[in-house]
């Protein structure tokens, strides 16, 4: 069974609204994760490469600001996965009725929109931390390979 957690939206215009989070497949993840790092990659972005280090509530902190050194493309698909691990429960009070597929008319408060994406976001952060320790020390490899030839003279 995936792993998954409940948002209750405590105020706002959304407030009582219960929604549920569930956690890609391993394999779904993995490879949610490696396209965000070559995303940051093709970037040209060092971030991810320093967070590393950073524990995964810490990461999980940087996430956001990963995505703003991303491309709109690769952002756009990297959210959307996320967006697609949330459903809604229509009857909160209710733990037999089923989650279902979130509609545009079920959220009005852009807050909500940012918390379903930092709570999926939270759910994923171990496998991107997995990845970037996979994929960075290859992307460092060969972004010093490709110096080793642009450095001046002056500088040898």
Not at 65 to 75: P, Q, R, S, Y
Request: with cysteine; charged share 30%; hydrophobic share 45%.
């Amino acid at each position: 069974m995936l792993k998954s957690t409940e948002y209750l939206v405590e105020e706002g215009a959304d407030k009582g609204k219960l929604f549920v989070i569930t956690r890609m497949s391993a394999f779904a993840a993995d490879e949610w994760a490696r396209d965000i790092v070559r995303g940051l990659a093709a970037a040209g972005n060092k971030l991810l490469t320093s967070s590393i280090d950073l524990g995964v509530g810490s990461l999980a902190n940087v996430s956001f600001a990963l995505f703003g050194a991303m491309h709109k493309e690769d952002v756009d698909r990297a959210l959307l996965l996320l967006r697609e691990c949330c459903q809604i429960r229509r009857d909160a009070r209710n733990p037999l009725v089923e989650p279902t597929k979130i509609l545009e008319v079920d959220i009005e408060d852009p807050q909500t929109i940012k918390n379903l994406y930092v709570k999926a976001f939270e759910l994923h952060v171990d496998f991107l931390k997995a990845a970037a320790e996979l994929i960075s020390p290859i992307v460092a490899a060969m972004a010093a390979e490709d110096n080793k030839g642009k450095e001046s003279p002056a500088a040898t």
